[in-house]
């Protein structure tokens, strides 16, 4: 039997004993073909196999034939849909090795202080010092030339414009509030978004909140198409199924609720959360015990969600965790994630410095024939995630670290690349090399000898075809051709991205930057209030810092303030962070011209 599997039919071509055909055989019986769906079906296969070889034997009738053919497929349909995914073939309730300990929760906690006029040295050199940063690593150096003020566990009312972040009101349904005057709702009713669509009501956050609140363990069984609970109700997830799906791929590598360790004898097992009653708060440290004796832990047995430990997951996890945390409540307000088009660079007194960036908010145009072709404006909130799971060693003091230092700046320099695109709205790239006779003339002048001393043979070399075809030319390049090969670098600006102010208030001073950051299996806001002096002075050649303003707000500070780290394992985190990230939305995307003059951003601490 050559092939089973065909265009929706099986066709037997296998030969019997004597030689002969076995699809005559099946004709004979009545059945040449059997119209069935395409799969890939294994035991099918075998089911074919093994008629095809008894056939002639047994000279079965075609109705069994048939009807065998048809129970495998029936069984086969049945395994692929109620088939749990390869990341949960192995229940939590079954001993098994242990897997290593889990990873201690680590958090950055560098808290740089800005200083004021008086207390200002010279201005550095960021050339020469942030150029250096791989010799001589991260310093608070850093960070004192760029002037940051950074204050972390900052609530969200005070992080974010008050009057859009959600009420709290908000989470109950809207379907049993029978009295909408009565209905506590502070969010400033705004009928149409700078976009032209409607604001995003109560009843879509409720929508998609709700599946928020789900149990860990309840979700995990409707993505993971298990067997819910006893005395659980089957739960929907639409939205945030993705989020779900990637959060169970998460918790087989931090999730220590369930961990217990027990003797392969029978003894009462221990719990890895005994030793710390708080395991559930975001700054809590993961303690476990790790049997010191070997035989010991040979014999012991582990039930519990974990497979391996924390810091061996995978990068992708989080980053798809965070991206689908953050994508529906963004195509609540018609917004896009994506990742970044190119590396992403920041403009530094003449450097260009790369970041590690995972993807930002745009917002697509009105023109739906731009919008088709993927063009997007922005960027207006940025997304960091990093694989890091320590920031300081153990004689480090906190935050005196140099990874948390470098983390840090990685943060404050994402958020000052944010603002130099967005203060590119109404300007035209310049582009390296542009109008210089360095990328546009030839370099060489035309002494005797040739260019580079070459002869006149090597530089007649022709292409010749490959053996693949004439489509396929090798592109082989002299080196004369190569020398007079004049090009510009390559442009820093991304094709097809409008960059714009979206959310700005006209005339004022300052623009707002959001950032969420996210490390271990948590995620925090970070908003950074910056002055458009500081964002057109970082590019240009260093200069003195003689003209400083000892205005109010004075531009030559970075005021950064951060929220607390929401754990995506807890309800009441992944809660109170999709208000927050709602309320940026919910600012970001008002109509400006309709905005009260009192709607101000923040509020200095």
Known sequence: ?????????????????????????????????????????????????????????????????????????????????????????????TPRI??????????????????????????????????????TGPSLKHLEALNVNLVSNVPLDDLLPGTYLPPLSWLEDPAKIHDASTSPTTIPSKEMLSNGGPAPSHEAFFTRVRELLYDNEDAFCVVQRKISRSNHPALRVVHFRKFWDNLALMAEYWDTSLDRYSKAAGESGTSAIDSNESLSDAQAVTELEVPK????????????????????????????????????????????????????????????????????????????????????????????????????RPEDKVSEGKQEILDLLREVGLMLMLAQKRAREGKHEQKPGEDQWWATKPRWGGGPGGELGISAEEENVEETPTPEGPRKRSKKMNRAELWRNVRPPAPTW??????????????????????????????SIIHLRINDQYTEHLPKPQERISALDTAHEPWYRLEMKR????????????????RGIWAIMSWLMRNVKNTETSDQPMTQL
């Open 1 to 93: 039997m050559n092939r089973l599997l065909g265009d929706s039919a099986y066709r037997f071509t296998g030969c019997d004993c004597q030689g002969h055909s076995s699809e005559k055989f099946v004709q004979s019986a009545g059945l040449s073909y059997f119209h069935l769906p395409s799969s890939d079906i294994s035991s099918t296969q075998l089911t074919c196999l093994h008629i095809g070889f008894f056939i002639h034997q047994k000279r079965l009738d075609g109705d069994i034939i048939l009807e065998h053919l048809y129970t495998s497929y029936m069984r086969d349909q049945k395994n692929v849909l109620t088939t749990v995914p390869a990341a949960k073939a192995e229940d939590d309730d």
């Open 98 to 135: 242990p897997p290593p300990p889990a990873t201690p929760l680590d958090f950055p906690c560098c808290e740089p202080l800005a200083k004021e006029p008086q207390e200002l040295r010279e201005p550095h050199s960021l050339v020469n010092l942030f150029s250096n940063i791989l010799r």
């Open 293 to 392: 004796d070997s035989t010991a832990a040979a014999e012991e047995t582990y039930t519990g969600r974990r497979k391996d430990t924390g810091r061996n997951m995978p990068g992708k996890y989080r980053e798809d965790t965070v991206f689908n945390f953050v994508e529906p409540l963004a195509w609540s307000f018609r917004c896009r994630l994506e990742h970044a088009r190119m590396q992403p660079k920041l403009k530094m007194q003449g450097m260009i410095l790369p970041l590690p960036h995972n993807g930002n908010i745009y917002r697509p145009p009105k023109d739906m024939r731009q919008a088709k072709r993927g063009s997007v404006e922005g960027p207006m909130v940025g997304i960091f995630c990093r694989d890091q799971v320590s920031f300081r």
């Open 494 to 523: 991304e094709v097809g991205i409008t960059y714009k102010r979206i959310g700005y208030m006209p005339g004022s001073e300052f623009d707002d930057i959001y950032l969420l950051s996210s490390v271990n299996h948590h995620i």
């Open 563 to 578: 929220s607390k780290w929401f754990d995506l394992f807890i309800a009441d985190d992944r809660i109170q962070a999709a």
